[in-house]
């Protein structure tokens, strides 16, 4: 019998968040390609930003946030007034959950989806339901026959994590058109960055016709300022509205505000990081199979490099270890089979592929 304090009882069920490792005890040097960060670091003239911005970190930031907006807006083509920041999109996704989610208001994700939509919805009360995947692909159709009067939000990843798998821009607005107008849905849009298809969008379009979808972005991928936490959504103005509401007032720090105006302003960050990552992608990509690993087809910075067995995973993980490499074990995404690889850069990637080559071999 206790008698100390007790949280609501679904807290209980949320299993933490497992983050990607950053070292190996015992080794010289550890190539960390674990979290799916960007591969060259912090763009120049963010580093400068923050330099230039710390004398004035005693002061509170601007908390709406209002020339990250307009950077954001102009950079993007996008409406300021829509956009709403956070610390990380993680933040904005757990506002989401906790405004439009809670007890009796469902949330339909896929089964490998972003484990986050599971841990914020839970905590926000709500019922988080997982819709199994076809060829680790998200299935709309098996989404949409999982939405009912009680659903308030669905999630999407597009691109997937950590799968790498995408939606068309068709596919996404033919779901949206299908979905009862009482649920938002959001489009989680980490690694909009990455994707070099014609037949992708981000969400964009699809948050400026409809009034029930949001799109979420992050600055710590591509634009390198993970540990700065900053993220954004583009929303409907009745939906920036309440995040407007709840969010943290200053929720974005003065580093972070800084930074993130800075590193939308390098003309060729872009492009660079991009093209980098379609080549090492490709290269990570045909030198595994050729290994004789399967690897899923991906448009992100990252490949999930399927073993077909849990301890052959386990054993690959353990090998790349002892050479001083971190990947991602994705057991807590449903697949224990898998390891979740980001593509660092070129030494990295090299690194990378000839270890797995030693373990196919070995
Ligand atoms: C990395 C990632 C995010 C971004 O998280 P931040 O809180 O912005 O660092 C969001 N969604 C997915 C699917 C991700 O992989």
């Given at each position: 019998?206790?008698?100390?304090?007790?949280p609501?009882?679904?807290?209980?069920?949320i299993h933490?968040?497992?983050?990607g490792?950053s070292?190996?005890?015992g080794v010289?040097?550890?190539?960390?390609l674990?979290s799916?960060?960007?591969?060259?670091?912090?763009?120049p003239?963010?580093?400068?930003?923050?330099?230039d911005?710390?004398?004035?970190?005693?002061?509170?930031?601007?908390?709406?946030?209002?020339?990250l907006?307009?950077?954001?807006?102009?950079?993007?083509?996008?409406?300021p007034?829509?956009?709403v920041?956070?610390?990380?999109?993680d933040?904005?996704?757990?506002?989401?959950?906790?405004?439009?989610?809670?007890?009796g208001?469902?949330?339909?994700?896929?089964?490998?989806?972003?484990t986050?939509?599971?841990?914020?919805?839970t905590?926000?009360?709500s019922?988080?339901?997982k819709?199994?995947?076809?060829?680790?692909?998200?299935?709309?159709?098996?989404?949409?026959?999982?939405v009912?009067?009680?659903?308030?939000l669905?999630?999407?990843?597009?691109?997937?994590?950590p799968?790498?798998s995408?939606?068309s821009?068709?596919?996404?607005?033919?779901f949206r058109?299908?979905?009862?107008e009482?649920?938002l849905l959001?489009?989680?849009a980490?690694?909009?960055?990455?994707?070099?298809?014609?037949?992708?969008?981000?969400?964009?379009s699809l948050?400026d016709?409809?009034?029930?979808?949001?799109?979420?972005?992050?600055f710590?991928?591509?634009f390198?300022?993970?540990?700065?936490?900053?993220?954004?959504c583009?929303?409907?103005?009745?939906?920036a509205s309440v995040?407007?509401?709840?969010?943290?007032?200053f929720?974005?720090?003065?580093?972070?505000?800084?930074?993130a105006?800075a590193?939308?302003?390098?003309?060729h960050?872009?492009?660079?990081?991009?093209?980098?990552?379609?080549?090492y992608?490709?290269?990570?990509?045909?030198?595994?199979?050729?290994?004789?690993?399967k690897?899923?087809?991906?448009?992100?910075?990252f490949?999930?490099?399927?073993f077909?067995?849990?301890?052959?995973?386990n054993?690959?993980?353990a090998?790349?270890?002892?050479?001083g490499?971190?990947?991602?074990?994705?057991?807590p995404?449903?697949?224990?089979h898998?390891?979740r690889?980001t593509?660092?850069?070129?030494e990295?990637?090299?690194m990378?592929?000839?270890?797995?080559?030693a373990?196919?071999h070995?």
């Amino acid at each position: 019998m206790t008698t100390g304090p007790s949280p609501r009882p679904e807290i209980l069920r949320i299993h933490p968040y497992v983050a990607g490792e950053s070292s190996v005890a015992g080794v010289n040097r550890t190539i960390k390609l674990s979290s799916n960060e960007g591969a060259f670091g912090i763009p120049p003239a963010a580093r400068k930003a923050i330099e230039d911005a710390v004398g004035e970190t005693y002061r509170y930031p601007d908390g709406g946030a209002e020339a990250l907006h307009a950077a954001l807006g102009k950079r993007w083509g996008l409406d300021p007034a829509r956009i709403v920041c956070g610390a990380g999109s993680d933040d904005l996704l757990y506002q989401l959950c906790l405004s439009y989610g809670g007890a009796g208001r469902d949330i339909v994700m896929s089964a490998h989806g972003f484990t986050i939509y599971e841990i914020a919805g839970t905590y926000a009360g709500s019922r988080v339901i997982k819709v199994p995947e076809r060829n680790l692909c998200t299935d709309l159709d098996a989404m949409l026959a999982a939405v009912t009067d009680a659903t308030r939000l669905v999630f999407i990843a597009n691109p997937n994590n950590p799968t790498g798998s995408m939606l068309s821009a068709a596919e996404v607005a033919r779901f949206r058109q299908r979905l009862p107008e009482h649920v938002l849905l959001v489009i989680d849009a980490a690694y909009a960055e990455y994707v070099d298809r014609d037949d992708y969008d981000a969400g964009a379009s699809l948050v400026d016709t409809s009034g029930n979808t949001v799109m979420t972005r992050t600055f710590s991928k591509m634009f390198g300022l993970a540990g700065l936490r900053v993220g954004w959504c583009y929303a409907p103005p009745a939906v920036a509205s309440v995040l407007n509401r709840v969010r943290g007032t200053f929720n974005v720090s003065v580093l972070g505000q800084a930074a993130a105006i800075a590193s939308l302003s390098d003309p060729h960050w872009v492009d660079q990081c991009k093209a980098h990552n379609t080549k090492y992608r490709q290269i990570m990509t045909d030198s595994l199979r050729a290994a004789g690993i399967k690897v899923w087809p991906s448009v992100g910075n990252f490949v999930l490099a399927d073993f077909e067995s849990v301890d052959r995973a386990n054993a690959a993980d353990a090998f790349l270890r002892t050479r001083g490499i971190i990947v991602r074990k994705v057991g807590p995404y449903g697949l224990p089979h898998c390891l979740r690889i980001t593509i660092g850069t070129a030494e990295e990637t090299n690194m990378l592929i000839d270890g797995l080559m030693a373990f196919a071999h070995g």
